[in-house]
Nanobody
Framework: QVQLVESGGGLVQAGGSLRLSCAAS????????RGWYRQAPGKQRELVAG???????NYADSVKGRFTISRDNAKNTVYLQMDSLKPEDTAVYYC?????????WGQGTQVTVSS
């Protein structure tokens, strides 16, 4: 059984910070986790931050310098540190993993940034 469980979302004022966690279990390890995506109402899901199995990271232009993706292999968890949050960061954030060409998604965690 595969599980990706996101947590850490919530309501925060503009300029604040949140740290999202994606805990993997089952056949998924942190090396399978590819990154964080988000989907705002009426918009397509978009990549926010990616991480390769070797640890290389990449970010959407809109979050560069504000968000940081990292992982803790011992805890089988990938994190997304979000600083200097803006109202336009409001969305449901999802963790994505790929294993043997199959995509896996968590249930998502809501992030709401008030102005």
């Amino acid at each position: 059984q595969v599980q990706l469980v996101e947590s850490g979302g919530g309501l925060v004022q503009a300029g604040g910070s949140l740290r999202l966690s994606c805990a993997a279990s089952g056949i998924i390890s942190t090396s399978n986790i590819r990154g964080w995506y988000r989907q705002a109402p009426g918009k397509q899901r978009e990549l926010v931050a990616g991480i390769t199995s070797s640890g290389r990271t990449n970010y959407a232009d809109s979050v560069k310098g504000r968000f940081t993706i990292s992982r803790d292999n011992a805890k089988n968890t990938v994190y997304l540190q979000m600083d200097s949050l803006k109202p336009e960061d409001t969305a449901v954030y999802y963790c994505n993993a790929v294993r043997m060409s199959t995509d896996y998604w968590g249930q998502g965690t809501q992030v709401t940034v008030s102005s």
